[in-house]
């Protein structure tokens, strides 16, 4: 079994910068995805960016070009770095783990963008 633990959130101004961390318990699968995602009361879960073991990203277009995604995998622990933020950053952020049969989600970490 799988824990993921996020941290990192915090309440920041627009144009102003946050690094999420993920830090995944336990032996990785050998195939691995780590995702994050994002929610706002009533709405659903949103997919932001993803990468894998073999480093391959993707992101969502609401956030190319200001965040990234990166992990070290000597700590088991991947990170998504938040730049410009916007209002419309604001969100609970999670963290999902999916590969070798693994399908795990953290309690999430929570974004406040305002001015």
């Known amino acids: 079994q799988e824990e993921l633990v996020e941290s990192g959130g915090g309440s920041v101004q627009p144009g102003e910068s946050l690094k999420l961390s993920c830090v995944i318990s336990?032996?990785?699968?050998?195939?691995?995805?780590i995702d994050w995602h994002r929610q706002t009361p009533g709405n659903q879960r949103e997919l932001v960016a993803g990468?894998?073991?073999?480093?391959?990203?993707k992101f969502d277009d609401s956030v190319r070009g200001r965040f990234a995604i990166s992990s070290d995998k000597a700590k088991n622990t991947v990170y998504l770095q938040m730049n410009r933020l916007k209002v419309e950053d604001t969100a609970i952020y999670y963290c999902?783990?999916?590969?070798?049969?693994?399908?795990?989600w953290g309690r999430g970490t929570q974004v406040t963008v305002s001015s």
């Open positions: 999902h783990l999916s590969g070798g049969g693994a399908d795990a």
């Open positions: 336990g032996t990785l699968p050998t195939f691995w995805a």
């Open positions: 990468i894998t073991w073999s480093d391959r990203v």
